[in-house]
């Protein structure tokens, strides 16, 4: 049997508890797995990844003269989470998105949150992130964040925490939608048993949070006309950027197929100049305009902002989001509901020291070999200081860095992530490894959030690094309809 | 609202239009991909074909000499318009060199593989307009060539790599014209094609004619009929010729049936007609309106040569020198090429520095007039 051999090493392990007994909600997944062969299995995962290769659902890797194409990494033992803790999840996820959009209103407005002193008015306004050039902006129905991808991990004891909030240009719903398809193609039954429900919804829903936002100048014609901004061909995140055009049927642009006139936005084609209505940007606000932002970007469209604020044209996600997903103020989201909604935070962040404070600096320059330092802004684990498995010469690095500049560090204490039984060849067969999960929630006539989302995981041993520019994988993510029945005798 | 002039560099060609599209209006930039795409790939398979073809003929030669060997070799290279750049980077045009050059050869852009990646990545750009179908055959057939190369091919035969390179592009055209809708973007995608097919196939008979029977006055003499039957196979034509004239292989029936024939899909006329077909649509989606392609010099010329192959015979033809008149003919075709590629795919560039320059002019007014 497939699980004989398969030990949770006493970390919390998503599929089995602690005595060995396998979770209820994973009563399908592991006697369907159980009763395969390892070279039966080993056939499917190869399967996978044979379809996309020749699907294309491929990532190109930079610094690669050959241009070489990978697929992103795709493991196929499905995670799950039971319909009782993804009802948790959700209200929370709801919960959070509600507040961070408030802020980012306040704070482009009368800034209550700052006066009030919640948050100090200092750390937002050094933001890196933080647009002045927006302050009084009013975006269409007061939504700053139409699409965000929060990352989410559990602890030892299965406790769901936020990691971090993404709220500029998220990416891997793609991937999210192709696992599931994959999924499909290998294990129909297991899928079909277990009652999961489906994430086929995202690019609709996607599409009309876009088209929710669309400015009043698109009435008397049919629809708004909606576009994907992508930096293009030659950018890693270039397939999902296609792929969900495609899923939407709308237009993929490029900043060179756009013109701004008379503080509109016109795209160029065959039949001329054609006004565009909403803007689903793929690329960051620092090369979104070069005649207001970075003027060195070829990638943008000189005009683009200035139409925005117009209001002749909505960009989603919104200028300067970035503010509320700096690391800092990751750490006064908590505070922030409360402020906002007057109600307790459902997802618990983790722990975290700010660098700024003098106090947590004391604490985390003494503690640095205990602590996961991250700086400010910085994404796909990058900037980042792993205190128990770095060298001393990394450490007296950091210890550096955040002595000259406190503001761009927070620290927090590691956290054992979750494991998920992961296959890792015919020889070794199911191993533990780490996951993430980042689940994707939109911001159109309601808050709705995408059942499942994308679980990362490291595939390499005793990683805890998920992001696949470094050696991180996928797994589709299984949210059951129907709570789950009761416990089943042990089997590994 | 005050009205903005536009500079001319940033007027697309077609003109200005504030309207709703019609369903079919498509980027510029997305048009020349599919243009792009369908050329290379067109060009790839004739290319696989010609190979395979030579291939073949050299196999009943049986025992040639060097010199045999490169005089068969060097008027396929010149087919193909790369005799030059081949001698480039091989002293000795031979079996091994040429199929090597024309199929795997990273730096011919006319390679069976550079088409191949030119097509896949020109599909990559418009990965959002194709079907999934299309795209997958697409980077198969890139995998598999990836998977391949020269030696490879010798030893397990070239005759089944060719055809494998063939099938996936049937594969690819019958996909797309099963899944693929007909709008304008169709209308490129086959712009391209067509063009590529009567090209190739204009020079392929040019070519052989010109070797085969140099002087007009051969025609009806002693021939080959091994050569010309290569040439109507390197078009695929050979058992339509067949099924068409139940007769022998005569150099001028040959030249009859690829330039004239209105029913073989890879004839001059036959291309042509389907390139006039597209263009009708192209653009306005007019035919005949009064931004039509067709109103264009080189639309008006293009029309006259499609007239000229309906009324001439080929004696006509091959009275005025066959040579000239294909000659004549790709010259009509490529001006119609440039002309439709510069009025609807191609982008005038953007000058950026003086975008960026218009639209923080345009910011400063504004906020003066805020603070007035």
């Known amino acids: 049997m497939l699980f004989d051999d398969y030990a949770t090493d006493g970390f919390f392990d998503e599929m089995f508890s602690a005595d060995g007994t396998v979770r209820p909600h994973y009563r399908v997944v592991a006697e369907g797995l159980n009763g395969m062969e390892g070279v039966e299995y080993q056939q499917k995962q190869e399967a996978v990844e044979m379809a996309f290769m020749r699907g294309g659902v491929t990532f190109t890797v930079y610094n690669d003269t050959q241009g070489t194409e990978r697929i992103f990494p795709f493991d196929c033992v499905p995670r799950v989470i039971s319909a009782e803790e993804w009802e948790v999840v959700e209200r929370g996820l709801i919960q959070r998105i509600t507040a961070l959009n408030l802020f980012l209103h306040d704070i482009y407005h009368d800034q209550k949150i700052l006066k009030d002193r919640v948050i100090p008015a200092a750390h937002v306004l050094s933001a890196k992130h933080f647009r002045r050039e927006f302050m009084h902006f009013q975006v269409p129905k007061d939504i700053y964040v139409h699409i965000c991808g929060t990352d989410l991990i559990r602890d030892h004891a299965g406790r769901y925490l936020v990691l971090e909030d993404n709220l500029r240009c998220p990416s891997g719903a793609s991937y999210m939608l192709e696992n599931r398809a994959a999924i499909k193609r290998a294990f129909p039954e297991i899928l079909r048993q277990a009652g999961v429900r489906p994430v086929d919804d995202y690019a609709q829903a996607l599409l009309s949070a876009m088209q929710h936002v669309a400015p009043a100048g698109y009435q008397g014609k049919d629809h708004p006309n909606v576009v994907l901004l992508t930096p293009g061909v030659f950018n890693s995140a270039y397939f999902e950027h296609a792929f969900l055009a495609r899923q939407m049927g709308i237009p993929i642009v490029e900043g060179r197929d756009l013109v701004v006139r008379d503080f509109a936005v016109y795209m160029r084609t065959t039949a001329g100049l054609v006004p565009v209505d909403v803007i689903y940007r793929r690329i960051d606000d620092d090369f979104l305009d070069p005649s207001v932002f970075r003027a060195d970007s070829l990638l943008g469209v000189p005009g683009l902002v200035n139409a925005a604020r117009a209001g002749n044209v909505t960009l989603a996600n919104s200028i300067g989001t970035g503010v509320a997903d700096d690391k800092l103020i990751y750490y006064y989201v908590s505070k922030m509901i409360k402020y906002y909604l007057g109600e307790d935070a459902i997802l618990d962040s983790v722990d975290t020291y700010l660098a700024s404070e003098a106090k947590d600096r004391t604490y985390i320059l003494e503690n640095l070999e205990k602590l996961v330092v991250k700086s400010a802004n910085e994404a796909g684990g990058y900037g980042m200081l792993m205190g128990p498995w770095a060298s001393a010469a990394e450490i007296e690095e950091f210890r550096a860095q955040i002595v000259a500049n406190p503001r761009n560090f927070i620290a927090q204490p590691p956290i054992s992530l979750s494991r998920h039984p992961t296959w890792v060849g015919e020889g070794g067969g199911f191993e533990g490894r780490h996951i993430d999960l980042r689940p994707y929630i939109l911001y159109g006539d309601k808050i709705s959030v995408n059942p499942g989302g994308l679980t990362r995981v490291a595939l390499r041993k005793g990683s805890l690094v998920v992001n696949s520019s470094q050696g991180g994988g996928s797994k589709d993510t299984w949210v059951l309809r129907q709570p789950a029945g009761p416990p089943t005798a042990p089997s590994a | ?372």
């Open chain 2, 1 to 372: 609202m005050t009205s903005v002039s536009f500079p001319p560099s940033l007027v697309h060609p077609a003109g200005v239009s504030f309207e709703r599209p019609p369903a079919t209006a498509m980027l510029s930039r997305v048009a020349a991909s599919l243009y792009w795409m369908g050329r290379y790939l067109e060009r790839a398979e004739n290319i696989a074909r010609l190979l395979d073809v030579n291939i073949q003929l050299l196999i009943d030669f049986g025992s040639i000499d060097d010199q045999g060997v490169k005089e068969h070799w060097v008027p396929v290279l010149r087919s193909v318009g790369d005799e030059e750049v081949f001698f480039q980077y091989y002293a000795k045009a031979d079996s091994a060199s040429v199929t090597e050059f024309m199929t795997f050869h990273r730096q011919n852009p006319n390679s069976v593989f550079s088409c191949v990646c030119a097509a896949r990545e020109n599909a990559r750009q418009v990965r959002d307009q194709i079907s999934f179908e299309m795209w997958e055959v697409l980077n198969e057939v890139y995998l598999f060539l990836q998977a391949s190369d020269a030696q490879k091919v010798w030893r397990d035969g070239p005759g089944a790599f060719y055809d494998q390179v063939k099938r996936y592009s049937h594969l690819f055209q019958g996909l797309t014209d099963a899944t693929f809708s007909r709008t304008e973007g169709w209308d490129f995608l086959q712009f391209g094609k067509y063009l590529e097919r009567a090209d190739k196939t204009t020079r392929i008979l040019d070519v052989k004619y010109h070797i085969l029977l140099p002087r007009a006055t051969d025609v009806g003499g002693a021939i080959d009929t091994a050569q010309w039957q290569a040439v109507l196979r390197s078009t695929s034509a050979l058992e339509a010729y067949r099924r068409f004239y139940v007769t022998e292989i005569l150099p001028k029936k040959v030249a009859e049936f690829l330039v004239l024939s209105d029913s073989f899909p890879r004839s001059l006329r036959y291309c042509l007609g389907a390139l006039h077909d597209s263009l009708g649509r192209i653009g306005t989606g007019e035919e005949g309106g009064p931004d039509g392609p067709e109103r264009s010099a080189a639309g008006v010329e293009f029309r006259q040569l499609c007239d000229e192959l309906a009324r001439l015979s080929i004696d006509d033809v091959i009275a005025r020198g066959l040579h000239e008149f294909l000659e004549m003919a790709q010259a009509v075709i490529g001006r119609l090429a440039s002309h439709v590629y510069e009025r609807y795919m191609h982008h005038p560039p953007v000058d950026m520095a003086s975008e960026i320059r218009f639209h923080q002019q345009e910011q400063q007014q504004q906020q003066q007039q805020r603070s007035l």
